[in-house]
Structure formats: C-alpha cells, structure tokens
C-alpha cells in the first residue's frame, strides 16, 4: 500500500512537500512514481524514482519539483517549488511497473 500526504492550500510561488509513505512494499526495491489528475483532466504522470535512484520529470514540472527517497523511513517524497494555479491537482504515488490501488491521493489547492 503507498499513501499519499502533505497536501494543502499553498498561493502561487509557494512550496508544499508531499509523502508518500509505503507498506508491504519496500520503495527502495521498485520504481515509484508521482501522478496528478486536475480536475476534468485525465490522470497525468509528474515524476518518478527508480530503484537505482534515477529521476525523471515530467516537462512541466522540470526544474520545480524534485523527487527523492528516504529508504529508512520506506518514504518517497515530491518537494514542489514555485508552484503554479495549473499544478492544482490530486497528487497520487503508486508503482510504476505494478501499479497497485490508487488510494484517495492528496489535494493540492495553489491559489493565484
């Protein structure tokens, strides 16, 4: 299970850092992956880590948000910098290659 969290109501150049916290799975062993779905959008990929460490960015989020990982607390998090009224969206963490339950996600609300 991968749960989603740290979201909230943040203006327009702001900064929020989400979690994504994992059980019965070890984060360090598989590619893990950040989501978002804006409302009336479809669900769209942001970022991901793979077990190697290696990180991948989506073009619109490329130089804002850093992906990392913390394998003690079997944690990987999504640091947003500069945020923008268009990152409005339900963040989600799941398995790249073995996607599992979606789970509820968490709302970032960025205010202009």
């Known amino acids: 299970q991968l749960q989603a969290s740290g979201g909230g109501l943040v203006q327009a150049g702001g900064s929020l850092r989400l979690s994504c916290a994992a059980s019965?799975?070890?984060?360090?062993?598989?590619?893990i992956g950040w989501y978002r779905q804006a409302p009336g959008k479809e669900r769209e990929w942001v970022a991901l880590?793979?077990?190697?460490?290696?990180?991948n960015y989506a073009g619109s989020v490329k130089g804002r948000f850093t992906i990392s990982r913390e394998d003690a607390k079997n944690t990987v998090y999504l640091q947003m910098n500069s945020l923008k009224s268009e990152d409005t969206a339900v963040y989600y963490c799941?398995?790249?290659?073995?996607?599992?339950?979606w789970g509820q996600g968490t709302l970032v609300t960025v205010s202009s």
């Open positions: 880590i793979n077990a190697g460490g290696s990180k």
């Open positions: 019965g799975s070890t984060v360090s062993s598989n590619a």
């Open positions: 799941n398995l790249v290659f073995r996607p599992i339950s």
